[in-house]
């Protein structure tokens, strides 16, 4: 609760300092208001910190579970995982058949190549007329 109760007294802090500065208009409040924000932003980490040891110590501990409800609810979540599993393996599937169809194209075979009219026609323009 350490971090806990300097977060509390961090954003009282804050508090305090900001209506000073929004009120008031005191210059000095707003840097002190900018600190107490930075060792709330600390606090927080920190306190993120403890509480995933304390959740991490009390799931290691079965959380007040017995032994027989922990194995069912590993069960269920094997169960859950598995079935996502498959759900997942089937829409891979059709993603991959969809690009290799929307990819897919007919191969028209190349036109001919285009002729010099003045090289191989016979109507040549002429100025004998």
Known sequence: MLHHDTLLKAFETYKAENEKFQGKGVKAS???ARKALQEIAGSCKERRKEITAEQESREGAGAGMSQDAARKAHIRKSVISTEIKSHLRV???LIVEFKEALYTLPVLPN???PRLLSVNSST?????C
Request: proline share 14%.
């Open 91 to 93: 829409a891979f599937y």
């Open 111 to 113: 036109p001919p190549a």
């Open 124 to 128: 040549t323009l002429s100025s004998t």
């Open 30 to 32: 707003a840097a002190r």
